[in-house]
């Protein structure tokens, strides 16, 4: 039987297991990422586990989503990240050099390698044929050491795509359409394998729109086979040395297959405030706009930014519209600014930011109060922007410049027919990406070789082995959808304690109820109660590192999202599935005790627990883990768990992390 695509980059990097769907592997990594609100972490552990090299391919450390540094907690952050990436060998991205994802795909991206990153849209070079997949800091960390990765082999899913894109459509169209069928826990453990026709139809940075935002259905990654548009993209960048030829077999077998006939796709919209919540743009047509965004690691490219330029060519932003204009990466800016375009957009009413994740994250043009806002990036979840109830929805730069033009939420296509002269502007690359490179650090240019900790940079706090009692009150009753976001906002102001647990932690599920850390504090501990796909969004692990600092000891939902399950397990927390019924019967304020030896029965492979609520009802919650998961939440977390299973010498050696 022939192999798809993932399977065959798997099989080339598998180190441990058999390559059976559901099945636990090992594999090797390749290539690591991380941000500066996730990195940070990521080295405190690394120094931490004792290690003293990075021990993978390549590594790069990005400084992307404070890059304004309101505080000088942000830069003393920056700093440490450059000290650190320094000290261990990784490449260093300065702030303002890029979104990490725009960066890696333009430097490193090679297809065929593994990758593994501290965010969740870490899958993006799956356009360009790498397998890459986001993670919580310290799984990224042990990666970074040497040591495996460790995962249940996903449902590879082939989406069939046919016929080619009409004017006005897109490839945002295309992630969004995949959205509306599936939503957005549609494709937990599952990683999505794009073949057929319709595939030599998209260019490259096409198929990183599509991959990049694979991850808000959930998915462990997206992945696209290579061809001649890749070779030509990677020669545009001056690495066709990187380019390999893999694609899947005529006769490989998948787990599911749908097909998306691109020329049946129009203009889509996401509405407030979920990105599944898609509708024709022609549905919410004539809904006045007072800010558009056009940026972020889904649609700030040049290839993005360019067709917003070509049809503000002559025309003016709306009066009672801003348009903001942030390049995913610093290069995207030069080579605008060298052709001229920046000055034709300025003139036109653009404002342009500097290269940042910034207001995607609600740092920097937060929305007017009871407005809409209309962005070309990935999520809307309410709140994010940095004001509580927001109105943002999610769109190409097509639609999103139109709506600028208007000043109203309006069909491109419909705008073009009112205005006679409003040519689809396509996709369109530079002869060469050429801009400088001053801003990335190689390792052999490393400008420090300590590492360096302002005032505000703490140790990571350590939890103790899981004891044979867990009982504690239900803290917290949460509906469906619970985001990272919810449980540790990463607005301005929360974000500068992203190295200081103890003062993030006050930040802990505020803005589900406000009194949750001080309630949480003065409890002897407890859990936390949720609806279906807890924790989806970012794979920031203080959302698992925050509420076990305030004395969580596990969290009973209907299902969890992949990342943050993962972390949970990092971080001694027990995650347990309970029924639709319980579900509903369970209150917050209610007490909670695990039946039995809790410690024994985790190691012992135990898949239901009885749980007995206020000594008067009992449910059954089910432990859905693997015999490494179990040992490592047993032992208080993936840190107490490595240390105890490995002593690292001072050459670095790896950690093999079981
Ligand atoms: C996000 O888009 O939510 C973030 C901010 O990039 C996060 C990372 C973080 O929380 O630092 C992500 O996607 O993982
Ligand atoms: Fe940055 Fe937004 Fe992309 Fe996250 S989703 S990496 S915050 S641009």
Redesign the pocket.
């Known amino acids: 039987m022939g192999q798809t695509l993932t399977e065959k980059i798997l099989d080339d990097h598998l180190v441990e297991g058999e390559l059976e769907t559901g099945e636990e592997i090992g594999i090797e990594i390749d290539q690591v990422l991380t941000?500066d609100t996730t990195g940070t972490l990521v080295w405190l552990q690394f120094e931490a586990l004792g290690l003293d090299e990075v021990q993978t391919e390549l590594a790069a450390q990005y400084c992307?989503?404070q890059t304004y540094q309101f505080d000088f907690k942000n830069t003393d952050d920056h700093r440490f990240l450059r000290s650190a990436a320094g000290t261990y060998g990784a490449h260093f991205s300065r702030p303002g050099n890029g979104?990490?994802?725009n960066v890696h795909k333009e430097n490193f991206a090679a297809p065929g390698k593994t990758m593994l990153g501290s965010?969740?849209?870490t899958p993006t070079p799956g356009g360009l044929g790498e397998l890459a997949i986001g993670a919580g800091g310290l799984d990224v960390t042990v990666a970074m050491g040497g040591g495996a990765y460790y995962i249940d082999v996903p449902e590879i899913v082939n989406v069939r795509l046919e016929g080619e894109l009409p004017d006005w459509a897109t490839a945002k169209d295309v992630i969004l359409e995949m959205l509306r069928r599936l939503s957005v826990k549609g494709g937990v453990d599952k990683i999505f394998e794009y073949t057929g026709p319709g595939v030599e139809t998209l260019s490259v940075p096409e198929r990183t729109t599509i991959t990049n935002m694979g991850t808000e259905l959930g998915a462990t990654s997206s992945i696209f086979p290579t061809d001649d548009n890749t070779k030509e993209y990677l020669s545009r960048l001056g690495r066709e040395d990187d380019h390999v030829e893999i694609g899947p077999d005529a006769d490989a077998e998948y787990d599911d297959e749908l097909t998306i006939d691109l020329s049946d796709l129009e203009p889509l919209i996401a509405t407030p405030s979920m990105p599944d919540n898609v509708v024709p743009v022609r549905e919410v047509a004539g809904e006045s706009v007072e800010q558009v965004i056009i940026?972020?690691?889904?649609n700030?490219a040049y290839e993005d930014i360019l067709p917003a330029a070509k049809m503000l060519e002559g025309r003016e932003v709306d009066m009672k519209t801003d348009l903001i204009v942030a390049p995913g990466s610093k290069q995207a800016s030069e080579i605008l600014a060298r052709q001229g375009w920046t000055a034709e957009m300025m003139a036109a009413g653009v404002n342009f930011s500097e290269a940042t994740?910034g207001a995607?994250?609600g740092i920097g043009h937060v929305p007017a109060s009871d407005s809409v806002s209309l962005r070309t990036?990935?999520?809307n979840f309410e709140g994010r922007s940095g004001i509580e109830d927001d109105s943002v929805y999610l769109c190409s730069p097509e639609v999103a410049t139109a709506a600028a033009i208007k000043g109203e939420i309006v069909d491109p296509r419909d705008l073009a027919e009112e205005l006679g002269d409003l040519e689809p502007p396509g996709l369109e690359m530079p002869e060469q990406y050429d801009g400088s490179t001053t801003d990335l650090i190689a390792p052999d240019e490393a400008v420090d070789n300590e590492l360096v900790k302002g005032p505000n940079i703490a140790d990571v706090p350590l939890k103790d082995e899981m004891g044979e009692r867990l009982v504690g009150e239900n803290l917290l009753k949460m509906g469906d959808n619970i985001t990272t976001d919810h449980i540790t906002p990463?607005n301005a102001e929360a974000l500068k304690f992203r190295s200081n647990i103890p003062e993030y932690a006050n930040f802990t599920l505020t803005r589900v109820d406000e009194s949750f850390p001080q309630r949480a504090l003065d409890s002897d501990g407890g859990f936390l109660v949720a609806g279906e796909n807890y924790g989806q969004g970012?794979s920031r692990e203080h959302a698992a590192l925050c509420p076990m600092f305030l004395g969580v000891k596990g969290v009973l939902a209907q299902s969890f999202a992949r990342i943050h399950k993962a972390n949970l397990f990092n971080f001694g927390l027990l995650p347990l599935e309970i029924d639709d019924a319980d579900y509903e019967r369970i209150e917050q304020g209610d007490q909670i005790e695990i039946v039995d030896d809790v410690a024994q029965g985790v190691r012992d492979g135990k898949e239901t627990f009885t749980v007995r609520i206020n000594d008067d009802w009992e449910l059954t919650a089910a432990l859905n883990a693997s015999e490494r998961e179990r040992e490592i939440v047993a032992d208080g977390g993936k840190l107490a768990h490595t240390r105890k299973q490995h002593s690292f010498g001072s050459d670095g050696a790896a950690p093999a992390d079981d």
Do not use: E, L, M, P
């Open positions: 941000q992307d989503h979104i990490c994802h965010d969740s849209h940026g972020s690691c889904t700030g994740c995607c994250i990036f990935n999520r990463a970012s």
